[in-house]
């Protein structure tokens, strides 16, 4: 089982991705439930689909490259 935020839960397509690439998943699994909390409200904030995917790909990217939290973005509203 795949770790979910404080509020949101793991949605399906970030569970693939994050599946798909180990050193993600490692890393993801390596942060707080709040930081996996942002990514996921920051993924599931897009409002077109081409946009969520760019966000879950770079978010995987992210992970992999050890950045812990998503960037320039407010932060989770529903905390």
């Keep these: 089982m795949i770790a ?3 509020v949101h ?3 399906e397509d ?3 991705a994050l599946l798909g690439r ?3 998943l490692a890393a993801w699994e390596d942060i707080t439930p709040l930081a996996r909390n942002e990514f996921i409200c920051w993924i ?3 409002k077109k689909i081409e ?3 760019k966000r ?3 978010a995987c990217s992210s992970l ?3 950045k812990r939290r998503p960037c320039c973005w407010a932060g989770c509203t529903h905390r």
């Design 4 to 6: 979910g935020g404080v």
């Design 9 to 11: 839960g793991l949605p």
């Design 14 to 16: 970030l569970r693939e």
């Design 22 to 24: 180990p050193a993600a």
């Design 44 to 46: 599931e904030s897009a």
């Design 51 to 53: 946009t969520r995917h």
């Design 56 to 58: 879950i790909e770079w």
């Design 64 to 66: 992999q490259d050890g």
